[in-house]
């Protein structure tokens, strides 16, 4: 209990002062944003504040600050401090920077940013890899939903319809403008989503059935995989996630002023880590450790769980309510997910969107794709999911260790950026060379591997900032 309370402190500390200090090393600025400047009707239009805030947050907290955080708590409560730290330090940091620096170049997309400052070969490879992680990333969450509201509805409205359902709903979600739909409910499914994680920590603070471990640094999973790197893969979206480098242009495109950044998007992933440590506490507790836990994940799914969870915890009528707040937010990032692959796919081909046949020749065949991938097996779809999310971090997080390279005079300041960059490059390619979907080498090749390529990428970054400093083509913007 004192180890998840002094969590959620910590995390409003680092959104406090870590914040503060990552938006002082930016530098926003009066000029005028996207939704002033450009304002098309479709997708820059100018939001509230408090508006732009609940949309970033339903976009980028689908079920991996749910579904990932469970599967992380079966590693013990070392998860905590992944999922405390890696926000502050890293996630909140690189959504910060992934809609800032969009901000700046009109709304443009990471896969447009990647080519910007790391050069043509990187825009192709982003385009294609981003659209692959939303096609995704969108399919993952049409079928963890609907497999929860099917458990809720009779037995005849199975899978298949909410399936349809769904899909029809991100058909209307991808085309119109994004303040006539998703700029009215979400701000609602917002509350629901925080009233849903208030509620479930209450829970288990004020019940006496429950008790929430303290941090250790143990390794309790009951499978012995590694705490590293299989940790910081699994958690994804309550710790860091490239998904969102896709998500924060979004608001981007929104926002009337740069000062609402830090609020907007490091503001929404600290919540969005919040409703992490959440989940990641109620699992073990409810359960009693990470046997019991591991073995209710296999047999029930993570659905099953949350549904047990929900309803022991908070009754019939509270649990209602949270598994309501548990499917907005896979459907709210699902949609998300398909309206920014339209978005890429358009800057690609050059489209212009204001046109709704424009649209409609995109997004139609990537609800079809979508379609297609939701038979495939949803723990298959995860893993690949869960790996490309994560490298696509460590991707944005270079893009923005380039832009601070390029535009501030002081090379300390991209140090900001660097150090979780090389750090998730370290995850990334160790996981993918240990993983059973990857080259399933041992330890003692994957962990040597994953470091010496973060060395490497972070030495190259020192050279490059040592040239830029002594050619003084650091320029302040």
């Keep these: 209990m004192f180890s998840f309370c002094i969590a959620l402190i910590v995390l409003l500390i680092g959104f406090m002062t870590y914040g503060r200090v990552v938006e002082k090393i930016f530098g926003p600025d ?50 905590f401090l992944w999922i405390v730290f890696g926000s502050i330090l890293g996630g909140a940091v690189h959504d910060y920077m992934c809609g800032m620096i969009s901000e700046r170049h009109k709304g443009a997309s990471i896969a447009e940013l990647s080519g910007i ?63 006539k739909l998703i700029g009215k409910l979400y701000p609602v499914f917002g509350v629901i989503l925080i009233i849903m994680a208030v509620s479930i920590a209450g829970a288990m603070i004020i019940l006496p059935q429950y008790t929430i471990p303290e941090i250790t640094l143990a390794d309790l999973h009951p499978d012995g995989l590694p705490v590293w790197p299989f940790m910081f893969i699994t958690v994804a979206c309550g710790a860091i996630s490239g998904f969102h480098a896709t998500q924060s242009p979004m608001m981007s495109k929104c926002i009337t002023s740069e000062k609402a950044g830090r609020k907007v998007f490091y503001g929404a992933m600290i919540i969005e880590s919040v409703i992490a440590l959440v989940w990641a506490a109620a699992g073990v507790a409810f359960y009693g450790g990470t046997q019991v836990l591991s073995e209710a994940l296999s047999e029930s799914g993570q659905s099953g769980v949350v549904y047990e969870i929900s309803k022991q915890m908070l009754g019939n009528a509270g649990g209602i309510l949270a598994i309501i707040g548990v499917v907005v937010c896979p459907i709210t990032s699902g949609d998300t997910a398909f309206r920014s692959a339209r978005l890429i796919l358009a800057e690609w081909t050059k489209l212009d969107q204001k046109k709704i046949l424009n649209r409609l020749i995109i997004t139609l065949p990537l609800l079809g794709i979508g379609a297609v991938l939701t038979q495939v097996d949803f723990n298959v779809l995860w893993r690949y999911f869960s790996w490309s999310n994560q490298t696509l971090a460590m991707i944005a997080l270079w893009v923005a260790t380039a832009y601070l390279l390029k535009n501030k005079k002081h090379k300390t300041a991209s140090l900001m950026t660097a150090l979780p960059a090389s750090f998730m490059s370290a995850v990334s390619l160790t996981y993918i060379l240990m993983a059973p979907e990857g080259f399933k080498l041992s330890a003692d090749i994957g962990y040597p591997a994953g470091i010496a390529f973060a060395v490497c990428l972070f030495v190259v970054y020192l050279i490059i900032s040592s040239v830029k400093k002594n050619n003084g083509l650091c320029n302040g913007v």
């Design 30 to 79: 009066d000029r005028m944003t996207p939704a002033v400047e450009i304002n098309d009707g479709v997708d820059c239009i100018p939001m509230k504040t408090w508006k732009a805030l609940l949309i970033q947050l339903l976009n980028i907290a689908g079920t991996g600050p749910i579904f990932g955080a469970l599967m992380g708590a079966c590693f013990g409560p070392v998860v």
């Design 117 to 179: 400052y790391l050069g043509k070969p990187v825009l192709y490879i982003m385009r294609v890899f981003s659209i692959l992680l939303l096609l995704l990333t969108g399919t993952v969450f049409v079928t963890s939903p609907a497999a929860l509201i099917a458990r809720l509805t009779p037995e005849f409205l199975g899978n298949t319809f909410w399936i349809i359902v769904i899909l029809l709903y991100y058909i209307a979600a991808t085309l119109l403008p994004i303040d």
